[in-house]
């Protein structure tokens, strides 16, 4: 044991280690109070609030989003919903009695639905247009006389539309349940409806979390090899998702709702560092436990070394993670709020509890072993060891094949597509998705979507004269068609609506149409007219906007984390070299990553032999998703590594010889961290949605790449090939203050 002056000049984080395994039963004992109860404060205070998960995130941001806020500011009169019915028949025509007889009953069912609002009984809809007496300009009738749409308005508030709706669900199984009996195909459309259903899916596909650390302790168990080490983690795990959804819960009851879809992510990275950082502790504990140090010297020195390391690296993370503060978008600062809050309770338990569940513990860590897994085993040895060796002899064919193979994963993602995952992408056991799927095939001129135009003063006649100018300018233009003009309440705002040709949201011919009336049409149609102000939005232009918000956010969020962790890795290792290549190495794994999330999505190579569903574009969040989470995560073990490495060295190991121990000693529990992200990752894939697949997938080979081709491979030939230029410092650079990662110098052969 350290002296107490000795102790007065260790670092802060080994000294608040230290104090919690002296007072170890009070410390462990705060940590499950103090947990437990931040959880219980939120759930008193309400719990998470969401914000509404049918609104848009990014409705001050983008024109689309300005343009139907204008309109609604001029008074849209009675909200309203449409329910949808899709009927379409093999072998029937809509002019055939049967298809006619079929098509009239239902309609006289949802006319004589009756809902009870506010304490009332009221019709639920208020029309229901025939297809068979509505004029074809009308769309209700598809153009090959195969299918109907039959359009059901209600009007009213969304509590209004809730209580409308309660019979109209029963009503619709009735419908198609008959529907099928007699050989038609029949699917339903709603707005409130078909979210209900798309919730519903996705918190019963996102509910994995029991079977993740199932395999988690699985994993952990064949590591330590005894039950009570492997139980550790979880514990910690648990008590830090509790408190980061306390935390979470309390920010959105006291300052802003938040995203209801970030606290998958929660779950997710909060179960993946708590398991690391317990896995770097624990491994260095029973390791000098088994060279014979003391119980407390033991913890001090894993404290001085893996704990100073899981220091920096959650740092590292939550610097990556705050580099979604930069997109100015809800879903984003919920995450990254989210994800910050339960990496910062994990660091602090690993500083804490941890330290105190190993005093109470001791050698009890180990009890619990289990045949073959539970022997002991000497760090650095075995497998790891000759591979490592393997490549610290041959380091530049090896580094050279290594890149080659990235770049090979990588070489997809030049033609990288991003945009608006629409509903077509998700489940066709959600039926409004093959309602959708039904309208786009049975009415192929894309009369389901719009482009639309919020134009202000409208009531100026020069105004109005301007519009009918652009309805006639906007007609010429291909693929636009049928302008109607929509005016507000109060008559101030008109909407301009045209049908859009195309293939969907993401038809870059759509987006183009877009494009051109933004920046050609409407500026000529308006020219000259001070007050007006016109905004272009539907479906194309709403991608379209989204994904510009991503595509322009890219650059800031790429500098601002790889600046802030560049700086971070050269003041701990005090060296230029080690943060340039990290985040180099860093850059081949997100670029690999990205490559087969292209190759298996856009590609749909082996996609559906994985069930996967391939698609035209990537949703427009997830590069920059899989690129913060990856680089955060990736500097756990790179810091890691790099401690143990520069460990050795201070020891007295020559460059090469550190490489080799420090690699050697930490690639089994590297490997095993890494095994548990990609297990937790993976379980996303398994989620039926097409943007949930893609983050799943990417993180998990990211993290698969990391572990394996770079810190086995690349890492210890570069610094095998670099050698003492490793630790380079320009001399410019001798002010930048020196912070020491790991405690005192051992002597060289102890691990």
Do not use: C
């Amino acid at each position: 044991m350290t002296d107490t002056a000795d102790r007065r000049r260790e670092p802060a984080t080994v000294r608040v280690a230290m104090w919690s395994s002296r007072h170890r039963w009070p410390v462990a004992a705060a940590w499950f109070v103090g947990t437990i109860a931040v959880f219980i404060l939120s759930a008193l205070t309400g719990g998470i609030r969401a914000e509404d998960a049918n609104g848009s995130p990014n409705q001050a941001q983008t024109e689309s989003a300005k343009a139907l806020a204008v309109f609604d500011q001029g008074g849209t009169g009675t909200p309203s919903e449409d329910v949808l019915l899709v009927v379409t028949h093999p072998d029937l025509k809509v002019t055939d009695p049967a298809f006619a007889s079929y098509v009239a009953s239902s309609i006289a069912t949802l006319k004589g639905l009756t809902a009870t609002v506010n304490g009332q009984t009221v019709p639920v809809f208020d029309a229901i247009p025939d297809p068979a007496t509505s004029p074809p300009q009308a769309g209700l009738v598809a153009p090959d006389l195969s299918a109907v749409r039959i359009v059901a308005t209600m009007t009213g508030d969304q509590d209004t539309v809730d209580q409308l709706l309660v019979p109209v669900r029963p009503a619709i199984a009735a419908i198609e349940a008959d529907g099928a009996a007699k050989g038609f195909d029949v699917h339903t459309l709603s707005s409130t409806l078909t979210n209900e259903d798309i919730t519903t899916l996705i918190n019963s596909s996102l509910d994995t979390t029991f079977a993740t650390i199932g395999l988690t302790f699985i994993i952990l168990l064949a590591t330590f090899g005894a039950f009570v080490a492997a139980i550790v983690p979880l514990v910690l795990a648990i008590t830090a998702l509790l408190a980061a959804f306390g935390i979470f819960g309390v920010f959105s009851q006291t300052v802003a709702p938040v995203s209801p879809y970030a606290t998958q992510l929660i779950i997710l990275i909060g179960l993946a560092v708590s398991v690391d950082y317990s896995l770097f502790m624990i491994t260095r504990f029973r390791s000098e436990r088994r060279h014979g140090r003391d119980k407390l010297d033991a913890i001090e020195i894993a404290s001085a070394t893996a704990g100073r390391a899981v220091f920096f690296s959650g740092l590292a993370v939550m610097i990556a993670l705050a580099g979604l503060f930069i997109i100015d978008v809800s879903i984003f600062r919920s995450m990254a709020i989210g994800t910050i809050g339960v990496v910062f309770v994990a660091v602090v338990g690993s500083l804490t509890f941890l330290p105190a569940t190993l005093a109470i513990l001791g050698d009890g860590v180990n009890r619990g072993r289990i045949p073959f897994f539970g022997r002991e085993r000497e760090e650095g040895s075995g497998l790891w060891s000759r591979l490592v060796g393997g490549v610290m002899r041959r380091p530049v064919p090896l580094a050279i094949g290594a890149v080659l193979v990235l770049l090979l994963l990588a070489s997809p993602a030049i033609h990288l597509r991003i945009g608006i995952t629409d509903i077509t992408s998700f489940p066709d056991r959600i039926d409004g998705v093959q309602a959708i799927k039904l309208l786009y095939a049975k009415w192929p001129q894309g009369s389901t979507e719009n482009l639309q135009v919020a134009v202000t003063d409208y009531d100026n006649p020069a105004t109005q004269a301007a519009v009918t100018a652009f309805e006639a300018a906007a007609g010429q233009i291909p693929g636009l068609s049928d302008p109607t003009v929509t005016p507000s309440k109060d008559g101030k705002v008109a909407l301009v609506s045209f049908t859009i040709a195309g293939a969907g949201q993401n038809d870059p011919a759509s987006q183009a149409i877009v494009s051109q009336v933004r920046a050609t049409t409407v500026p000529a149609a308006f020219a000259g007219l001070a007050n007006v102000r016109a905004y272009v939005t539907g479906q194309a232009a709403q991608a379209l906007d989204v994904t510009r918000i991503y595509v322009d956010a890219i650059p800031a969020v790429f500098a601002f984390v790889l600046g802030l962790s560049f700086i971070l890795l050269l003041i701990v290792f005090h060296s230029i070299v080690i943060p340039v290549k990290a985040i180099l190495l860093n850059l081949l794994s997100t670029a690999a990553a990205y490559g087969v999330v292209v190759a298996v999505f856009q590609d749909n190579i082996l996609g559906g032999r994985l069930g996967i569903e391939s698609s035209s574009v990537i949703e427009s969040w997830v590069p920059i998703f899989i690129f913060t989470i990856l680089f955060g995560l990736s500097m756990d073990y790179h810091v890691f590594i790099l401690t143990r490495v520069k460990e050795a060295r201070d020891r007295g190991l020559d460059s090469r010889a550190a490489v080799a121990r420090g690699i050697a000693v930490t690639a089994g529990t590297i490997t095993s961290a890494a095994l548990i992200m990609v297990v937790v990752f993976l379980a996303f894939v398994t989620i039926p949605f097409a943007f949930i697949q893609e983050l799943g997938l990417g993180l998990a080979v990211a993290v698969l790449i990391d572990a394996t081709i770079v810190r086995s491979v690349l890492l210890p030939a570069t610094m095998a090939v670099l050698g003492d230029w490793n630790w380079y410092l320009p001399g410019f650079l001798g002010w930048i203050p020196r912070v020491t990662i790991e405690g005192e110098p051992e002597p060289v052969g102890e691990a």
